[in-house]
DNA sequence: ATTCTCATTTGACTTGTATCAAAGATTTTT
DNA sequence: AAAAATCTTTGATACAAGTCAAATGAGAAT
């Protein structure tokens, strides 16, 4: 939970969590149809959400890392509507839902940051569809990359510097791409001198070029 | 506002509505960058939301009709994130958001509900991401027609019949398609007897198979 | 009515990404 | 440490959708 609570308000968000939970790399944190109960602060580790389609195709629709929120996707029809799996080890705390909402109705601002944090899902699922929809692989890969950085940078880590949690064909899923096309733009960036990959590790040189990647428009 | 309200509820729910607001086809009912100070229940009408790249790439995120609410974009950052355009002559219920949470501390069931519809959009934007990245332009058009029959349905119109509000070029770019390609699976689908066209009227003929094409999955 | 504008359809061709395939690299298992 | 499994890279080729272009159709303006 981030600032903008005084030290009461901060005693009485703890309380909404009900326990703590582990769950080890590749294990799920919650699954599709899965009844709805809590939502969940991510302490430590790194997830993956994604949606199944009927016939078995998999579209990952986030990544999340410690300090976010998840299972916003399960209220609607108190049923969980994508699987959340771990990527490393992780610890979330449980938050159920119940008490959630009945601070809430006490505290106007956790209330204001529960809807901060919802809308906060609907605007970046704007973009993505904005990548789906408008962007050309290595667009998509650089808008990736920089939206990375920018939150573990947030975290007070390196903004230049990443190990990737995830697969290459994970990525290729949430950007609407085949491994092969994620792997042949990394390649690209790094001839190009842009980024410097090895395997998972990967380390920004110019992050100024893989702005102007991802938005041509400044190129004049 | 839908069911699950005792008289007493509707009336305060009334109270939230500051006035009314009629909208011209073609006009914007808020744009990117504006002050969010409202969500706005669409009485009549249909609009767009989209979004725009820096360099000027339109993407629509979404159409919404009649009993929808829009807006929610807005919340996190007190500005709005996309514009939303009417595509017809429209008129909305503005309900300033202030009022909207001040009333949903009071009324849990109104809580309940607000969650759920920002958990909704959540979901459908999973939904579209997993169109967007996975499936093929007939796919897509036939999971747009599909929606957007049902949606029509519940509000007691044909499941079979109906008329686009928007172009050739809104669909696909909510669709990530050019237009010539959803001009072209529209004639795809009608010289496969699936749907008749012509222009903006569509009716469905054999829904059976927009779901088979939607859900391929299904064909054994 | 006639003209003008905008939306739609259709054809021909191009292109970006997918697919198929094989070789390396890394990590896990035994 | 060797073997197995998984992930990644790279090349060759195929294909779905994009681009460009022209014709047609519909609605708005004069």
Redesign the pocket.
């Known amino acids: 939970m981030p600032v903008g609570f005084n030290a009461d308000e901060m005693k009485k968000i703890d309380e909404v969590v009900e326990k703590r939970r582990r769950i080890k790399q590749g294990e799920l944190l919650f699954s599709n149809g899965e009844t709805f109960t809590s939502l969940y602060a991510i302490r430590t580790g790194f997830f993956k959400t994604c949606v199944t389609s009927a016939d078995g195709r998999e579209q990952v629709t986030g990544f999340q890392m410690a300090g976010e929120i998840i299972g916003m996707d399960g209220i609607v029809s108190d049923h969980h509507n994508c699987n959340a799996v771990a990527l490393e080890d992780a610890e979330v705390c449980v938050m159920p839902f119940a008490n959630v909402e009945d601070l809430s109705r006490e505290l106007p601002s956790l209330q204001r940051h529960v809807h901060k944090i919802m809308s906060r899902e609907i605007v970046r699922e704007n973009g993505v569809m904005m990548l789906l929809g408008n962007?050309?692989?290595?667009?998509?890969l650089a808008a990736f990359l920089l939206n990375l950085v920018q939150r573990l940078h947030a975290r007070g880590l390196s903004q230049s510097e990443l190990v990737?949690r995830?697969?290459?064909?994970?990525?290729?899923s949430y950007l609407?791409?085949?491994?092969?096309?994620?792997?042949?733009?990394?390649?690209k960036f790094?001839e190009d001198g842009i980024i410097e990959?090895?395997?998972?590790y990967v380390k920004i040189i110019a992050p100024e070029a893989l702005k102007k990647i991802f938005n041509p428009q400044t190129c004049f």
Chains 1, 2 share one sequence.
């Open positions: 962007m050309r692989a290595e667009e998509r990737l995830m697969t290459r064909e994970e990525i290729g609407g791409l085949k491994l092969e096309t994620v792997s042949r733009a990394f390649s790094s990959v090895k395997q998972r």
